[in-house]
């Protein structure tokens, strides 16, 4: 073993540079690969971190104007949404999970007081199922509830921004504030994963908020979900559902665009995860690409190698050189390359991948990338693996060589 590897290292020292040139292309496929499938975990972490704020299987419908004369009805009519819009989307469109609705204050932002501190805010009047289509995590307290929605209470549930601007420290829970002319009840403190601009928001029951700013049956959005297991096709039918449902009951063109509004979050985020699984693949396509061209080179430099060498590989089978071991000298130069390059390539790969967070810390288009400490593993075995098979082809002709015809200078 001790010959071999002494054989190994004089073979690859006789060119210093064209050993490093190849261990180098060995090396920067694997780094590639690396730091490419790294950079994919990264992008697809701040897929869902940019998700979070809503439920990705979530559709929201909009109040609008119609567009279109419809049945006598003439263009420009206002769409109104009422409570029994949201009963019939629960009982009537299938596939609907959760179904929420909102109503907002006339005022857009309502002027709010707690012992003498004040500012506005954006209320909205919900029911239970907003928490799980909003993400809403109640920290302090509770959510709305169904009871809170029968009695028409007057309670609230507050952001944790709002608790540190009126409250300034001081526990929220149990306190009443006004929102307007009205006290409410502080039931519950919120954190939004949305941020400062979530947890802004103060959220009371539907009925309640209905009764005090005049909204009668009126609704402003609404919102549902549907199973996260639905296919891109059953969302389109559920979506054209909605907006025939919707037009039955409000008599316009079930074709106008403008008369309703729908983000439809499922449908999008679908395509989102569609794109990023074809980016992945690609990466996966350049790095394979890259490593086989360093596998390439590796073959090369053995073939190359082999051919100046024929003379020496003569005289030592000449003086009792098996071809066994002529072969075993041969793979043991391309396995040696491979497996400290590779490795040194993985290693430099790691390293980009925890420093693009330091380098960049304020883009907006990785977030916490990561290398799967299995996957670069594989990347340098299989190089390795590749390149030792590379190197079979020079090795087995080296054994072929006839020490008289190699002595002769064939």
């Known amino acids: 073993m001790r010959d071999l590897l002494t054989d190994i290292f004089q073979t690859l020292g006789r060119h210093p540079l064209r050993t490093a040139l190849t261990a180098f292309s060995v090396g920067w496929g694997v780094f590639i690969?690396?730091?490419?499938?790294?950079?994919?975990?990264?992008?697809?972490?701040?897929?869902?971190?940019?998700?979070?704020?809503?439920?990705?299987?979530?559709?929201?419908?909009?109040?609008?104007?119609t567009s279109k004369p419809?049945?006598?009805h003439a263009s420009g009519r206002r769409v109104?949404?009422?409570?029994?819009?949201?009963?019939?989307?629960?009982?009537?469109?299938?596939?609907?999970?959760?179904?929420?609705?909102?109503?907002?204050?006339?005022?857009w932002y309502t002027l709010t007081k707690y012992e003498?501190?004040?500012?506005?805010?954006?209320?909205?009047?919900?029911?239970?199922?907003?928490?799980?289509?909003?993400?809403?995590e109640i920290r302090d307290g509770r959510y709305v509830n169904q009871s809170d929605l029968d009695a028409r209470r007057k309670v609230a549930v507050i952001g944790r921004a709002v608790e540190r601007d009126l409250f300034r420290g001081k526990p929220a829970l149990g306190e009443y504030i006004q929102l307007g002319d009205m006290p409410f009840l502080v039931i519950g403190v919120f954190t939004d994963a949305g941020g400062e601009r979530e947890e802004e928001k103060i959220y009371v029951p539907l009925s309640t908020g209905q009764v005090v700013w005049n909204g009668g049956d009126r609704i402003n959005d609404l919102l549902f979900t549907v199973s996260e297991d639905a296919g891109e096709e059953t969302i389109e039918n559920i979506e054209a559902s909605l907006r025939s449902?919707?037009?039955?009951?409000?008599?316009?063109?079930?074709?106008?665009?403008?008369?309703?509004?729908?983000?439809?979050?499922?449908?999008?985020y679908m395509d989102v995860r569609?794109?990023?699984?074809?980016?992945?693949?690609?990466?996966?396509?350049?790095?394979?690409?890259?490593?086989?061209?360093?596998?390439?080179?590796?073959?090369?430099?053995?073939?190359?190698?082999?051919?100046?060498?024929?003379?020496?590989?003569?005289?030592?089978?000449?003086?009792?050189?098996?071809?066994?071991q002529i072969v075993a000298t041969v793979?043991?130069?391309?396995?040696?390359?491979?497996?400290?390059?590779?490795?040194l390539g993985l290693l430099a790969g790691v390293g980009a991948v925890r420093g693009i967070p330091w380098m960049f810390p304020d883009n907006e288009y990785i977030r916490d990338p990561e290398v799967h400490i299995g996957i670069g593993l594989m990347a340098t075995a299989l190089i390795t693996i590749l390149g030792t098979l590379a190197g079979a082809i020079p090795a087995f002709h080296a054994a072929r060589i006839q020490p008289v015809e190699a002595l002769r200078g064939n």
């Open 70 to 72: 419809y049945q006598g």
């Open 116 to 136: 003498g501190q004040s500012n506005r805010y954006k209320i909205l009047s919900v029911n239970p199922a907003h928490q799980e289509i909003e993400r809403t």
């Open 245 to 268: 449902l919707l037009a039955k009951r409000h008599h316009f063109d079930p074709d106008d665009r403008r008369a309703i509004r729908v983000r439809n979050n499922l449908s999008t």
């Open 331 to 343: 793979l043991g130069e391309a396995l040696f390359l491979t497996s400290v390059a590779g490795y």
């Open 274 to 324: 569609e794109a990023l699984t074809l980016v992945q693949r690609f990466i996966w396509l350049v790095g394979l690409g890259t490593l086989l061209a360093g596998v390439v080179g590796v073959a090369n430099i053995l073939l190359v190698s082999v051919r100046e060498r024929t003379p020496e590989i003569g005289l030592r089978k000449a003086v009792g050189a098996t071809p066994l």
């Open 33 to 65: 690969l690396v730091a490419l499938l790294g950079a994919g975990v990264g992008f697809e972490r701040n897929l869902e971190h940019e998700w979070r704020d809503d439920a990705t299987n979530s559709l929201f419908v909009w109040r609008g104007r």
């Open 80 to 107: 109104e949404f009422t409570n029994r819009d949201m009963d019939a989307i629960r009982t009537q469109l299938a596939g609907s999970e959760q179904v929420a609705g909102r109503y907002n204050p006339p005022t």
